[in-house]
């Protein structure tokens, strides 16, 4: 099992004149969060694609107020229904653990930190552009 507070981190600061200011909770949390997010497995897979397609579906949606972010949390979303291995997780190294849902975090950014909205069943979300981007906001 991996400890976050045992992964190296290298120490980057300068003592002339620095001042430390503790974090806000917030910045903990979020602090917190991607130190834990350095012990999950991590596949990485390329493949070129073009974008044409999206790019005239976003130039017809746009006037409808749906944002980019929105549709491509939707596709990412359907991509993942296409592929449940994707979607799962490894806990125990001898198997994987299918989710019964496909939700997608979207981190957005705030005045003093970062949150991350949550569209839970995203693969079933109807692709409404204000009713999505308030889950977002």
Same mark, same amino acid.
Not at 86 to 104: A, H, L, M, Q
Not at 125 to 137: P, S, Y
């Given at each position: 099992?991996?400890?976050?507070?045992? %992964?190296?981190?290298? =120490?980057?600061?300068?003592?002339?004149?620095?001042?430390? %200011?503790?974090?806000?909770?917030?910045?903990?949390?979020?602090?917190?969060?991607?130190?834990?997010?350095?012990?999950?497995?991590?596949?990485?897979?390329?493949?070129?694609?073009?974008? =044409?397609?999206?790019?005239?579906?976003?130039?017809?949606?746009?006037?409808?107020?749906?944002?980019?972010?929105?549709?491509?949390?939707?596709?990412?979303?359907?991509?993942?229904?296409?592929?449940?291995?994707?979607?799962?997780?490894?806990?125990?190294?001898?198997?994987?653990?299918?989710?019964?849902?496909?939700?997608?975090?979207?981190?957005?950014?705030?005045?003093?930190?970062?949150?991350?909205?949550?569209?839970? =069943?995203?693969?079933?979300?109807?692709?409404?552009?204000?009713?999505?981007?308030?889950?977002?906001?």
């Amino acid at each position: 099992m991996c400890n976050p507070s045992s %992964v190296d981190i290298v =120490d980057t600061t300068y003592s002339c004149g620095a001042t430390t %200011v503790l974090f806000t909770t917030m910045q903990s949390a979020v602090s917190k969060n991607m130190l834990e997010s350095l012990c999950v497995p991590t596949f990485r897979v390329g493949y070129p694609a073009s974008a =044409d397609a999206l790019d005239a579906l976003y130039a017809k949606v746009k006037k409808k107020g749906v944002m980019m972010t929105a549709l491509l949390a939707k596709a990412a979303a359907m991509a993942l229904a296409q592929h449940p291995v994707v979607n799962s997780s490894c806990k125990d190294e001898k198997s994987f653990t299918y989710n019964g849902s496909v939700n997608i975090a979207v981190a957005v950014a705030i005045n003093g930190g970062l949150i991350t909205p949550v569209l839970q =069943d995203a693969d079933k979300t109807r692709l409404d552009g204000r009713k999505l981007q308030k889950e977002l906001i």
